[in-house]
C-alpha cells in the first residue's frame, strides 16, 4: 500500500523567510511524485511532477526536488500570496491496464505573515 | 487553458436522498477519477474510469456509489442513499492518459460540497 507523510503540519514563516517542506513516501514503485497548491474550499491546484531520483524542478519561488525516499518543497523569500495547504502525493506502478490514482498525504498548511 | 468543471458548487441534501454530481473532464482525457476530501482530512481516492467501464475503485466506493459517462463529455457521480458520513468535498479529475512509463498530471476540478444533514 502505498504512503505519503507530509511534515510540518503547519508552518508560519514571515514575508521573505525560506523554508522548506518535506514529504516521505513509500511505494511498490514510483511512476511520480506530484505536488499540488490547494486554496480554503477550492481543488488541487498542479505544481510540479518529479519522475526519478535526483530530479528539480522549480517555478517561481518554488523549487521541488526528490530522492528515493523523499521529496522537498523549498520555498525562496515566500510573500504572503503563497499562503496555502500544500499537498504531496504519489502514483505507483501497476501491472495490466492499471488505473494511475493518486495516494495523498495530508498536506502543509503555510502561513505567511506579512 | 483548459480545465476541469464541476457542478453543483455546493449541494445540500437530507439523509437518505439521491445526489448526482457532475464533472467535465478536460475535452482530450481519457482517464477520469473522483477523490473526496472530508473537512480537515486527506485528499482519498473513490473511483477511476476508463474506456466506460471502471478501472480501479477503493473500499469507499461501495454500492452505494456508481459512476456513469453519459454522453461524450460529462461524468458524474451518484450516491443512492446518502448518509452523514457522505459529507464532504467532492473531486473530480482527468488526465490523458499514461505516457511511456511516465505518469500524466491530473488535472482537478474546483469540487463539489457536499452537505448531507
Known amino acids: 500500500e502505498d504512503q505519503v507523510t507530509q511534515s510540518p503540519e503547519a508552518l508560519r514563516l514571515q514575508e521573505g523567510e525560506s523554508s522548506s517542506l518535506n514529504c516521505s513516501y513509500t511505494v511498490s514503485g514510483l511512476r511520480g511524485l506530484f505536488w499540488y497548491r490547494q486554496d480554503p474550499g477550492k481543488g488541487p491546484e498542479f505544481l510540479f511532477t518529479?519522475?526519478?531520483a535526483g530530479e528539480e524542478k522549480e517555478k517561481e519561488r518554488l523549487k521541488a526536488t526528490l530522492t528515493k525516499k523523499e521529496s522537498f518543497l523549498h520555498i525562496t523569500a515566500p510573500k504572503p500570496e503563497d499562503s496555502a495547504t500544500y499537498l504531496c502525493?504519489?502514483?505507483?506502478?501497476?501491472?495490466?491496464?492499471?488505473?494511475?490514482?493518486?495516494?495523498f498525504g495530508k498536506g502543509t498548511k503555510l502561513s505567511v505573515i506579512p | 487553458e483548459p480545465e476541469v468543471t464541476q457542478t453543483p458548487s455546493h449541494q445540500v441534501t437530507q439523509m437518505g436522498q439521491e445526489v448526482i454530481l457532475r464533472c467535465v473532464p478536460i475535452s482530450n482525457h481519457l482517464y477520469f477519477y473522483w477523490y473526496r476530501q472530508i473537512l480537515g482530512q486527506k485528499v482519498e481516492f473513490l473511483v477511476s474510469f476508463y474506456n466506460n467501464e471502471i478501472s480501479e475503485k477503493s473500499e469507499i466506493f461501495d454500492d452505494q456509489f456508481s459512476v456513469e459517462r453519459p454522453d461524450g463529455s460529462n461524468f458524474t457521480l451518484k450516491i443512492r442513499s446518502t448518509k452523514l458520513e457522505d459529507s464532504a468535498m467532492y473531486f473530480c479529475?482527468?488526465?490523458?492518459?499514461?505516457?511511456?512509463?511516465?505518469?500524466?498530471?491530473?488535472?482537478f476540478g474546483p469540487g463539489t460540497r457536499l452537505t448531507v444533514l
Open positions: 479529475a482527468s488526465i490523458v492518459g499514461p505516457g511511456l512509463g511516465l505518469a500524466d498530471t491530473q488535472y
Open positions: 502525493a504519489v502514483q505507483g506502478t501497476y501491472s495490466g491496464a492499471g488505473s494511475y490514482q493518486l495516494t
Open positions: 518529479l519522475y526519478s
